[in-house]
Every structure is written in structure tokens, then in C-alpha cells.
Nanobody, 121 residues
């Protein structure tokens, strides 16, 4: 069964770091762009960043610049979102999605189930 699986979320103190993973199951991510999104309680889903199949990175929101880094390891069929200097406002469910064009054009075909990130002391 084709699916995306996110992992790496959890409870972390303000200022801490996390690395989220998005792994493809039963299909390869190599030809896809992969984007990360988040949705905080009571808010709309927000795009964070996207990495194309060729490694071109786009950042969708200024609030994460300098703190969030997207990367991919095609050998592991995984895209990562490294998060530094976590703030309480980063608390959300984080999702990844694949863009079948291979570019970050917004044509998403698969979504993961999400991983919860909670920032609290």
C-alpha cells in the first residue's frame, strides 16, 4: 500500500530541536517533490518548505527562515525537516506531501498522517 509516514514528533522544551522524517512506503520519493506543512489548533494548514526532486528548496513562510531546514536522502527514501530553536507557536501537527511533478508546484498526490510537535516547558 502506497503511503507516506511521518515520524520524529514529540514534546520538546522551548529552544530545543527536532528532526522530522517523511518516508515513502511502497513507492519512491526520488521523482517527487516533497513539502512540509503544519496545522496548529484552530488554525488553517500552513505550508513550511518544499524540496524538489533535484534538491531545489523553497520556503513558504518567513516565520521559519533560519530555524527550519529541509533536506532529502534518496538512498533512504526520506525527506527531513530539521527544526531548531523551537517556540511555543511551532506547536502543531506536521504533515508531509508529495508533488508528482517533481517540482514544488502544489500538485500533491500523497499525504502523510501527520506527527504531533508540542513545544512546552
Amino acid at each position: 500500500q502506497v503511503q507516506l509516514v511521518e515520524s520524529g514528533g514529540g514534546l520538546v522544551q522551548p529552544g530545543g530541536s527536532l528532526r522530522l522524517s517523511c518516508t515513502g512506503s511502497a513507492f519512491t520519493l526520488n521523482d517527487h517533490a516533497v513539502a512540509w506543512f503544519r496545522q496548529a489548533p484552530g488554525k488553517e494548514r500552513e505550508g513550511i518548505s518544499c524540496i524538489s526532486s533535484s534538491g531545489i528548496i523553497t520556503i513558504s513562510t518567513d516565520s521559519v527562515k533560519g530555524r527550519f531546514t529541509i533536506s532529502r536522502d534518496n538512498a533512504k527514501n526520506t525527506v527531513y525537516l530539521q527544526i531548531f530553536s523551537l517556540k511555543s507557536e511551532d506547536t502543531a501537527i506536521y504533515y508531509c506531501a508529495t508533488d508528482y511533478t517533481g517540482r514544488c508546484d502544489g500538485f500533491y498526490d500523497y499525504w502523510g498522517q501527520g506527527t504531533q510537535v508540542t513545544v512546552s516547558s
